[in-house]
């Protein structure tokens, strides 16, 4: 839980800041959006337990001595950097469907760039993403499960030690209870947004 | 009569398309130029491509005597000069109308909150919309979205003020409120270039009218000449079209 939390917390604003960097316009920028698209392209390419593996496994056996040895902090590394990107994607998916002529309205009043994206772009994109952003929240809440394989003790490995230990099948059920209790409400929390964004839209067109 | 706005043979393509050919114009201090004409014929276009939200392939535009076209000039300063009302409004949703107003006047010409807010309720009052100042956009009906953009536009003291087709987007009984505000303007003398399909409107409020047909300006003058006389037979057969519809 506290991993997902410190990976979270990471992850909004780095992916928002991807997303913003693979917006830029012009030729200028190419070399920043190309590295911004190569960046989510590999982390959605590659699985995350081998993310997590050669990141957990690979970055303390290097041996250099100012690399944190913490498998909790390469656990949360590796998390960030694949959420990141698929979170990324989702804030693009937001910019690019909030109407040119938002822009154009916030530019004809004088507004620079920055300031309509900061302004007028990005609040609106933000909040139409939100259900989706929830739905990658749940994903990566699960996906903590697989930083267990690195010897940080979550609840998935609890349910590992503590089975081999009884050799009883009963703490899977616990820790799988325990993930289905943080997930299922997300769920719900997301359908309860969504449905109120659909209300609020109806009544406009009413109005 | 000083000059607000001198445009010289401007040219703009999109892709092969060539939208404008070869536009000159120019627009005085407190005159209201209506552009008229078929849709496709250039006029919201040529309003884009005045406060810059178009590059133009070819000509120049000066507002107040200052070339806007020239390369390494503030494009930003440009159109805190310029406002502008689209055909869908473009309003913030997710902004109040009193936000919407202010966003501007604060960001751009720097006003502290206070000020800003005094000045848009003082605007909003003078155009009956003090009471929507808290809602939210899509709470109000199209003419008071539309009332609220031309409001927008006015916060930043604009010196030329562009309409593109301001009333296209409106259900009929709406129009006349957005008509009223734009005569309204009109009387207090703000310099105006207005695109539009209401013929009637731009008889009564124009002292200039120009008739654009395939990118280029076809024919321009008094509103009375052209309405009643029209040289140009393609201006005549718009008209004719026009009348025939009802619509004049």
Same mark, same amino acid.
């Given at each position: 839980?506290?991993?997902?939390?410190?990976?979270?917390?990471?992850?909004?604003?780095?992916?928002?800041?991807?997303?913003?960097?693979?917006?830029?316009?012009?030729?200028?920028?190419?070399?920043?959006?190309?590295?911004?698209?190569?960046?989510?392209?590999?982390?959605?390419?590659?699985?995350?337990?081998?993310?997590?593996?050669?990141?957990?496994?690979?970055?303390?056996?290097?041996?250099? *001595?100012?690399? =944190?040895?913490?498998?909790?902090?390469?656990?949360?590394?590796?998390?960030?950097?694949?959420?990141?990107?698929?979170?990324?994607?989702?804030?693009?998916?937001?910019?690019?469907?909030?109407?040119?002529?938002?822009?154009?309205?916030?530019?004809?009043?004088?507004? *620079?760039?920055?300031? *309509?994206?900061?302004?007028?772009?990005?609040?609106?994109?933000?909040?139409?993403?939100?259900? =989706?952003?929830?739905?990658? #929240?749940?994903? @990566?809440?699960?996906?903590?499960?697989?930083?267990?394989? @690195?010897? !940080?003790?979550?609840?998935?490995?609890?349910?590992?030690?503590?089975?081999?230990?009884?050799?009883?099948?009963?703490?899977?059920?616990?820790?799988?209870?325990?993930?289905?209790?943080?997930?299922?409400?997300?769920?719900? #929390?997301?359908?309860?947004?969504?449905?109120?964004?659909?209300?609020?839209?109806?009544?406009?067109?009413?109005? | 009569?000083? +000059?607000?706005?001198?445009?010289?043979?401007?040219?703009?393509?999109?892709?092969?398309?060539?939208?404008?050919?070869?536009?000159?114009?120019?627009?005085? /201090?407190?005159?209201?130029?209506?552009?008229?004409?078929?849709?496709?014929?250039?006029? *919201?276009?040529?309003?884009?491509?005045? $406060?810059?939200? +178009? =590059?133009?392939?070819?000509?120049?535009?000066?507002?107040?005597?200052?070339?806007?076209?020239?390369?390494? !000039?503030?494009? $930003?300063?440009?159109?805190?000069?310029?406002?502008? !009302? #689209?055909?869908?409004?473009?309003?913030?949703?997710?902004?109040?109308?009193?936000?919407?107003?202010?966003?501007?006047?604060?960001?751009?010409?720097?006003?502290?909150?206070?000020?800003? +807010?005094?000045?848009?309720?003082?605007?909003?009052?003078?155009?009956?919309?003090?009471?929507?100042?808290?809602?939210?956009?899509?709470? @109000?009906?199209?003419?008071?979205?539309?009332?609220?953009?031309?409001?927008?536009? &006015?916060?930043?003291?604009? +010196?030329?003020?562009?309409?593109?087709?301001?009333?296209?987007?409106?259900?009929? /009984? &709406?129009?006349?409120?957005?008509?009223?505000?734009?005569? /309204?303007?009109?009387?207090?003398?703000?310099?105006?270039?207005?695109?539009?399909? /209401?013929?009637?409107?731009?008889?009564?409020?124009?002292?200039?009218?120009?008739?654009?047909?395939?990118?280029?300006?076809?024919?321009?003058?008094?509103?009375?000449?052209?309405?009643?006389?029209?040289?140009?037979?393609?201006?005549?057969?718009?008209?004719?079209?026009?009348?025939?519809?009802?619509?004049?």
């Amino acid at each position: 839980m506290k991993l997902f939390c410190v990976a979270e917390v990471i992850i909004l604003p780095a992916a928002l800041f991807l997303a913003v960097l693979r917006s830029l316009p012009g030729p200028v920028f190419f070399p920043i959006r190309a590295l911004a698209i190569a960046y989510a392209d590999l982390f959605r390419g590659i699985p995350t337990i081998l993310v997590i593996s050669i990141l957990g496994f690979g970055m303390p056996a290097l041996g250099l *001595s100012w690399l =944190p040895q913490s498998e909790f902090f390469w656990a949360v590394v590796a998390l960030v950097l694949v959420y990141t990107a698929y979170v990324s994607e989702v804030y693009r998916a937001g910019i690019e469907s909030v109407h040119p002529s938002q822009e154009a309205a916030a530019r004809s009043l004088g507004l *620079s760039r920055g300031q *309509s994206l900061r302004f007028v772009v990005l609040p609106q994109a933000v909040r139409r993403v939100i259900p =989706p952003l929830l739905n990658d #929240f749940i994903g @990566l809440q699960k996906d903590t499960a697989l930083v267990g394989t @690195l010897g !940080v003790v979550e609840a998935f490995k609890q349910a590992q030690i503590d089975q081999s230990a009884t050799f009883n099948g009963t703490p899977y059920l616990v820790a799988a209870t325990l993930f289905v209790a943080i997930t299922i409400p997300l769920a719900r #929390f997301t359908d309860w947004l969504i449905g109120r964004d659909r209300t609020r839209q109806q009544a406009g067109r009413l109005a | 009569m000083s +000059e607000a706005l001198r445009i010289e043979g401007v040219h703009k393509s999109f892709g092969k398309l060539e939208v404008l050919r070869g536009i000159d114009l120019a627009v005085g /201090e407190h005159e209201v130029v209506c552009l008229i004409g078929a849709s496709g014929s250039g006029k *919201s276009t040529l309003l884009r491509c005045v $406060n810059r939200l +178009e =590059p133009i392939q070819a000509g120049r535009i000066f507002v107040g005597g200052n070339e806007i076209t020239a390369p390494n !000039v503030d494009v $930003n300063a440009i159109r805190r000069r310029i406002g502008i !009302v #689209f055909q869908s409004f473009n309003l913030f949703p997710h902004m109040s109308v009193l936000h919407n107003v202010t966003l501007g006047p604060r960001k751009v010409l720097g006003l502290v909150g206070d000020q800003a +807010e005094a000045e848009a309720t003082a605007l909003l009052d003078r155009f009956g919309l003090a009471d929507k100042r808290d809602e939210f956009p899509d709470r @109000l009906s199209g003419g008071q979205q539309q009332r609220v953009a031309i409001v927008r536009a &006015l916060a930043m003291r604009p +010196e030329l003020l562009l309409l593109d087709e301001v009333t296209s987007a409106l259900d009929p /009984e &709406l129009v006349a409120e957005v008509l009223d505000v734009i005569r /309204e303007l009109a009387d207090g003398g703000m310099t105006m270039v207005i695109a539009t399909h /209401e013929m009637g409107f731009a008889r009564d409020t124009a002292s200039r009218v120009c008739f654009l047909d395939a990118g280029t300006i076809l024919e321009e003058g008094p509103p009375g000449q052209i309405f009643s006389a029209p040289r140009e037979p393609r201006t005549q057969q718009f008209l004719q079209r026009i009348v025939d519809a009802g619509r004049l």
